[in-house]
């Protein structure tokens, strides 16, 4: 049955490695379980109905994407849409969170009409081959970045925008025995390297008091406060057009780049296009319409998948894996609290070194598209670079896209190379442009 529902034999993988690595992509992105309601209640919104709203809508469009699209890359509530839903709409536009899920859904509605008609799958068709794989390395880089910030071994300074973290603090240091067991582990080829490295980092933390065991299974927290609260008609009466349009663009840059990026790393990508890429994308919109029912803002696709990936995920089935432990997340939270919860470090600074190896480690794994890239044209390579260097320095992906989409077409036509590309990359960086425009509004 599991072989005729996911071609495990024609995507050249078996039951074992795509459990392995469906329980790795959780492993990786369980965090959004206790950082979502801890953005979203600072909205006032109640923090045990958030984190059941997103267990539950996580779990869903992951299986979604699994059993429809038959790909191994999980999706959960946004980061960077849900701090804009939380700190622009409500808290800076005065907006109630009730009107900000009417807005969040509205946006899902237009996300999925626009996949009904196929135009997000032309974008994706449309995207050079040099940005493709700038997009691949860009998150690399991104992850690399995320993990290295969790871990502790980079942070914030007030007088650098970055610089070394507290190297020899038993955090950091842990981090660094994850990074090197589980990089020594890949090198001997060992199969589960990144989720071995994972468990067995825990167990170390134990006896350091980095985390604590609290248990196995707690009651889950009620849905109701956030249930189908959203106030659809009072985003409609207060126009927020503006809103919902900027939710719209933040979901389909974040989910192209993460798609073309995990499809670039996978291999999925034929002659540079990303098959089944419209049911891929319905997955994707319609998560978000479910998110917003049950109680959390944007449903996205993740780039932590590339992390299952990396372990040899390549169906739907490593999909089944992640969604089924979103559910049980709810009974056992205690355990994934354990695992992927932070370790205080400070009045309002976590990190998470049994995690952050995992990430460091991917971004590496994805760096290797930069090979791929037209170097020695600079139409095609500068672009690239921007986007590559763009994602991380922006901490946004969209961001990231933003600069090599727009510079793309600007090159092209300024070089005299105008008709080399599709017009629907020029409409891309006037979109972009827009994208900014709007935001700038607020």
């Known amino acids: 049955m599991l072989e ?58 992951t299986f979604l994407m699994g059993l429809y699209a038959n790909y191994p890359i999980a999706l959960a509530p946004a980061m960077g849409e849900n701090f804009f839903y939380v700190y622009t709409v409500v808290l800076t536009m005065g907006i109630p969170w009730q009107t ?16 009904l008609f196929k135009i997000r799958e032309l974008i994706i068709d449309a995207v050079p081959r040099s940005l493709k794989n700038a997009i691949a390395v860009g998150i690399g ?79 889950p927290p009620s849905l109701a406060p956030t249930f189908m609260q959203m106030d659809i008609m009072g985003a409609i009466r207060l ?25 670039e790393q996978a291999g999925f990508l034929v002659e540079g296009k990303l098959p089944r890429a419209n049911r891929a994308l319905m997955s994707d919109a319609l998560g978000t319409v479910v998110g917003a029912a049950l109680g959390t803002s944007t449903v996205t696709a993740y780039i932590e998948s590339a992390a299952g990936v990396e372990e040899g995920g390549r169906t739907g089935l490593a999909n089944v894996i992640t969604g089924f432990l979103f559910l049980l997340a709810i009974f056992f939270s205690p355990l ?16 998470y070194p049994i995690t952050s190896p995992a990430l460091i480690i991917v971004g590496c794994m994805m760096a290797k598209n930069i090979t791929k890239i037209a170097w020695d044209d600079l139409t095609e390579s500068f672009p690239a670079f921007l986007t590559m260097i763009g994602m991380p320095l922006t901490y946004s992906i969209a961001d990231g896209l933003a600069f090599g989409f727009i510079s793309y077409p600007l090159l092209k036509a300024l070089s005299g190379k105008f008709h080399e590309i599709s017009w629907l990359v020029y409409l891309l960086g006037l979109l972009f442009l827009l994208r900014y425009a709007l935001i700038a509004i607020h």
Do not use: H
Not at 254 to 263: F, K
Not at 343 to 351: F, I, R
């Open 4 to 61: 005729k529902l996911f071609k495990l034999t024609a995507n050249r993988t078996n039951i074992r490695t795509e459990v392995i690595a469906g329980v790795t992509t959780f492993m990786t992105m369980a965090y959004i379980i206790f950082v979502q309601p801890a953005v979203l209640s600072v909205a006032g919104m109640n923090f045990g109905a958030v984190m059941m709203a997103t267990c539950i809508s996580a779990a869903i469009a």
């Open 100 to 115: 900000a899920l009417g807005a969040v859904f509205l946006s899902g509605v237009a996300f999925f009409v626009l996949t």
């Open 141 to 219: 880089f991104f992850i690399t970045f995320i993990g290295l910030v969790n871990a502790g071994i980079i942070e914030k300074s007030s007088g650098e925008i970055v610089r070394l973290g507290e190297i020899r603090s038993t955090p950091v240091l842990l981090s660094i025995f994850g990074i090197l067991l589980t990089v020594i582990l890949m090198i001997r080829k060992v199969k589960g390297a990144i989720l071995i490295g994972i468990i067995a980092t825990a167990l170390v933390a134990l006896p350091l008091g980095i985390v604590k065991y609290q248990g196995l299974v707690s009651p």
């Open 239 to 263: 126009g927020l057009v503006t809103v919902v349009t900027v939710f719209l663009f933040m979901a389909i840059f974040d989910a192209i780049g993460t798609l073309i990026g995990i499809g």
């Open 336 to 351: 994934a609290m354990m695992i992927g919860g932070g370790y205080k470090v400070g009045e309002s600074t976590y990190l």
